[in-house]
């Protein structure tokens, strides 16, 4: 990889920059073109990673005047932990393309701001040296790691209990991306990782053997899918582990359902931020239907576009637990470290305050009062 496909390592706010889409412009900047292409493309003609953010954009709020605010707050709680407000951070491979200490300054950011974490199976920093960065905040948010199951059992069992030991408190097993979708804007750019970032936690993992060809001589159905997880794989993982387990990935009503009675403890409303399947609903849209199919019975979050306050409180409206925060982390990180990724959660969670009491909501218990009386997340 040429060398201008590798950011240098600011530490430091640039000028100018006073929201989340100011961090995206600036970071277009610092950011070599094949890395931009992995960070912010999305799968074939990226018609579902436009729909994210835009539909966010299109529910309207319906402001309440003249009501007593005073004391009023962000908190939320979420699978038993009262957190100060409903920002997590997503998970997001190899941070280390967009800054050189990676994951470990978006932890440490996080944890100051606190924000939630849910890291990467594919990060590119050892689980055991981001969570040190992350447990000894006391105001921290929760710790989650997100999971892709591997070919090998064992080794997810390993990588399981390496988590469990270092001290994460949830698993987030990612159920929608069984194979890579097709990301044009990546291959024209012919991104592939520069020497010194690896999946460093996957280190060890030997490549699977090739199953036994059908009929139809599939690379996808008689490779990659034969090693895909199934409804069966979520029984084997709870019972391998103590933490609670939240499903990734979960879009139709039937398979919040199931997830439900597979004991899955919650679920993350999300289309991969458009980079699986594209023509997939936006995750506006998707959201109310899950929530309505959960029913109560397991906090439901939600990913994808989230780039305002104002995005946080329409999707609390719409019956979310808590929001996750992807692409802008990378972009802030890019930008200036630690204090990029520390600056953007906080520009969030001062939005959703401003919007928050300019709508007279005085908690987000209040939220679904703010939306627009025909909004339907579309």
Not at 16 to 29: I, K, Q, T
Not at 50 to 78: F, S, Y
Not at 213 to 232: E, I, K, N, Q, R
Not at 295 to 306: E, S, W, Y
């Amino acid at each position: 990889m040429k060398r201008s496909d590798r950011p240098e390592a600011p530490n430091a706010l640039p000028d100018g920059v006073v929201s989340l889409a100011d961090h995206e412009h600036r970071a277009r900047l610092v950011l070599g073109d094949a890395v931009w292409a992995y960070v912010n493309g999305g799968a074939a003609d990226e018609i579902t990673l436009r729909a994210n953010t835009q539909a966010w954009q299109g529910i309207e709020l319906l402001p309440r005047v003249l009501r007593p605010l005073a004391g009023g707050h962000t908190r939320v709680n979420l699978l038993g932990r009262e957190l100060a407000h409903p920002l997590l951070v997503a998970p997001m491979a190899y941070q280390q393309l967009a800054h050189p200490h990676g994951e470990r300054a978006t932890a440490l950011a996080a944890a100051a701001l606190g924000a939630g974490l849910v890291l990467s199976t594919q990060a590119s920093a050892l689980l055991e040296d981001v969570a040190r960065c992350f447990l000894p905040d006391a105001g921290r948010g929760p710790l989650w790691f997100q999971l892709y199951l591997q070919h090998d059992r064992g080794f997810t069992r390993e990588l399981v209990q390496r988590a469990e030991a270092a001290g994460f408190e949830a698993l987030v097993l990612t159920v929608d991306a069984p194979v890579n979708g097709v990301r044009d804007r990546e291959r024209r750019a012919d991104f592939r990782l520069p020497a010194g970032v690896s999946a460093v936690n996957l280190a060890g993992l030997r490549e699977p053997g090739r199953a036994t060809p059908t009929a139809g001589h599939s690379a996808v159905f008689d490779h990659l899918m034969a090693h895909a997880p199934t409804w069966d794989d979520i029984a084997w993982l709870r019972s391998i582990t103590h933490l609670p387990v939240l499903l990734k990935g979960v879009t139709h009503p039937l398979d919040a359902r199931q997830a439900l009675t597979c004991g899955a403890a919650g679920l993350i409303v999300s289309n991969h931020g458009g980079r699986t399947l594209d023509t997939v609903p936006a995750t506006a849209a998707l959201l109310p239907r899950v929530v309505q199919a959960v029913a109560g019975d397991a906090p439901v979050l939600v990913d994808g576009g989230i780039r305002r306050g104002t995005d946080v409180l329409k999707a609390m409206a719409l019956g979310a637990s808590a929001v996750l925060v992807g692409r802008p982390v990378l972009h802030s990180l890019a930008n200036a470290g630690a204090a990029g990724v520390a600056h953007v959660l906080r520009l969030l969670r001062d939005e959703l305050e401003i919007a928050m009491a300019l709508t007279g909501c005085r908690t987000l218990a209040d939220a679904p009062g703010t939306l627009w009386p025909n909004a339907n997340g579309s």
